[in-house]
Structure formats: C-alpha cells, structure tokens
C-alpha cells in the first residue's frame, strides 16, 4: 500500500541549519505591529516559525521592568529570540544595541544586523553595515546580516564570517515581492551559508518564489501583522515556505514555449 506523504512539517533530513543549531521551519517571523502581544503570540504560533526577530530599540524584553515583556508570551525556552538592530543608522548604534541585547538575553550572541541608509525607503547603508558586521564578528557575535541583492556584497558578508545572508527582495514593508529574482538565484548559486530573503514579500506566492529559488528561508514581519488577519495570513505563510521548499527540491519541468507530446510519434506508422 502507497506510503501517504506528511500533510504537516517537512521532512526531518531537510533542516535549517544557522550557527551550528537546526530548525525544522524556513520561515522566521518578525514580532512588530501587532494590536497586542496577544495577537503576536497567536500569529507566531500560527506561522510555525522557531526563529523570532525582536526590534530591541522598540520591543520590551525585559529593559522596561514595569511594562509587558514581549518574552512573556514568546519565551526563549520555545524560540530562538532573534534581536535585531532595526531603526539604526550608523554602526555604531547597530553595535551597541547588539551589545545591550545580549546583556538583556545573558550572553545570547546571534543577531540580525541592519544599518539602515535611507528612512524613506529603509534600503541598507552597506558601508556602514560592513564596519558593523566587522566590530561585532570580532567581538564573538553570530551575525545574520540584511543586505542589498548584490551578489558580491553577498559574498563579502560570507567571506567575513557572517552566519547567514539576508538580502531584500523589495524595500522593507513595501509587499512588492521578489522584483529581481535573477539577483537573488545569483546570491543563493554561490553562496555557502544560508540565504534568507528578507524585507519586501506581500503574499504568500512571494514567500514560495523565494524558496522555488533555492533560498534557505524568508524572513517577513509586515506581510503578516499587516494583514486584514494576520493569523491567517501567518498559517498562510507557513504553507508557501514548505511548499515552495518542497518544489525546489523536487525539481521543476524545463519552461517552454508550447508542450511535447507526452508519447513521441517519430518513426511510427499510420
């Protein structure tokens, strides 16, 4: 009797692997711009994602005594707490909120870095990224880092010891979707740490074209909390990574410009 395939996590041979630890889900969540903590925590249950970014420059997690803590409904004994340096725009603010986040966590060192160069379209400052990305792989920090989609600007990252390589597939918050695939296809065919897209996707059909790609996982916030129900749209999300994995790994047919017959006719005779 033929085996049913698993209707719910992916295989257990195909993890995601960052910083030496492994994670069944290739989606990773922000936790901004929810109405209320309750709303994150059911949006991120419904996501699947084991890996949460947390904005330390605007999320609570711990460094308001007096206020809810995001880590109350999130806890670090579930997740992987991933904080990030969203709002900076020099290195050194990047570096010191990396630093304080890992007073915060005790002694917690992987981060998501971003230098942000422009407040209108949140595009990465690579200059000011790069000199950060240095500081904090000196001083023992696992650093994930969201990068332009340049392929050599990718690779410089990776060269530098940086755990894995976030590059945008649209500006941050924009729904976009993937607007340079070809960019992307480049940065994941030569890459030897993980590529996760990050920033840009609006649906779920942008979260499974990132992963059709080859790309390791997506990493979104906007696209879910943003959404008329995000925790549909978390579920959602969650299906289009494991699929759009699933197909890269299966293999698509070659495009055409018209099919072949599926029973060849040379030679045959009428």
């Not at 969540?29 to 949006?43: F, P, Q, S």
């Not at 904080?83 to 992987?110: F, I, K, Q």
Request: with cysteine.
């Amino acid at each position: 009797m033929a085996t049913v395939p698993s209707t719910h996590s992916p295989a257990p041979d195909d993890p995601l692997v960052i910083a030496g630890r492994t994670y069944r889900s290739r989606l990773l969540v922000g936790t901004g711009k929810y109405k209320d903590l309750d709303e994150t925590r059911r949006a991120v249950e419904a996501s699947g994602a084991e890996i949460v970014t947390v904005a330390i420059r605007r999320t609570n997690i711990g460094q308001n005594p007096d206020e809810p803590s995001l880590l109350d409904v999130l806890p670090p004994d579930r997740y992987t707490i991933l904080p990030n340096t969203a709002g900076c725009y020099t290195a050194e603010d990047a570096v010191r909120t990396c630093r304080l986040a890992r007073e915060l966590l005790d002694g917690h060192s992987l981060v998501k870095l971003e230098v942000l160069g422009d407040e209108r379209t949140l595009f990465p400052d690579m200059v000011q990224t790069l000199k950060a990305a240095e500081t904090l792989i000196a001083e023992g920090f696992e650093v994930m880092v969201y990068t332009n989609d340049d392929p050599v600007m990718a690779r410089r990252f990776e060269e530098l010891g940086c755990v894995a390589v976030m590059p945008l597939a649209a500006p941050i918050g924009s729904g976009l979707g993937i607007q340079n695939r070809y960019n992307i296809l480049e940065i994941v065919e030569n890459a030897k740490a993980p590529i996760l897209v990050d920033a840009g996707v609006g649906t779920a059909s942008d979260a499974a074209i990132a992963m059709e790609l080859g790309c390791d996982g997506v990493l979104m916030n906007t696209a879910i909390a943003g959404a008329r129900d995000p925790v549909l749209m978390a579920s959602a999300m969650r299906k289009a990574v494991e699929a759009g994995r699933e197909a890269f790994l299966a293999g698509r047919i070659p495009r055409k410009r018209y099919a072949s017959a599926s029973s060849p006719i040379d030679g045959t005779f009428f």
